[in-house]
Nanobody
């Protein structure tokens, strides 16, 4: 069983930055595909960024490319999402997800474990 705990959300002005953290327990992040998803009010959950277990491959949504970066610390067993140049459209609950299965890491259906989410609010 894998437990995921997100942190780092908050209120930020447009153009600002936040770094989200996802602390994993139960398995090492280096053995898992890890992803970040978000859900805004009234909208479906959408893919943001992901990293494969080996750390060799990353994927980003079109809206995240060039602004967000996914990374991890094996020593801290934590995955990060650095978000720069934030926009009001980025306002959402951000979820960390993990899976030991192989597949398309940008698909929510691949993931078995989910965190509780952290709120990100970007004011204009």
């Amino acid at each position: 069983q894998v437990q995921l705990v997100e942190s780092g959300g908050g209120l930020v002005q447009a153009g600002g930055s936040l770094r989200l953290s996802c602390a994993a327990s139960g398995r090492t992040v280096s053995s898992l595909n890890m992803g970040w998803f978000r859900q805004a009010p009234g909208k479906e959950r959408e893919f943001v960024a992901a990293m494969d277990w080996g750390g060799f491959s990353t994927a980003y949504s079109d809206s995240a490319k060039g602004r967000f970066t996914i990374s991890r610390s094996n020593a801290k067993n934590t995955v990060y999402l650095q978000m720069n140049s934030l926009k009001p459209a980025d306002t959402a609950v951000y979820y960390c997800a993990a899976t030991g299965k192989m597949g398309n890491i940008d698909l929510a259906t691949l993931y078995d474990y989910w965190g509780q989410g952290t709120q990100v609010t970007v004011s204009s």
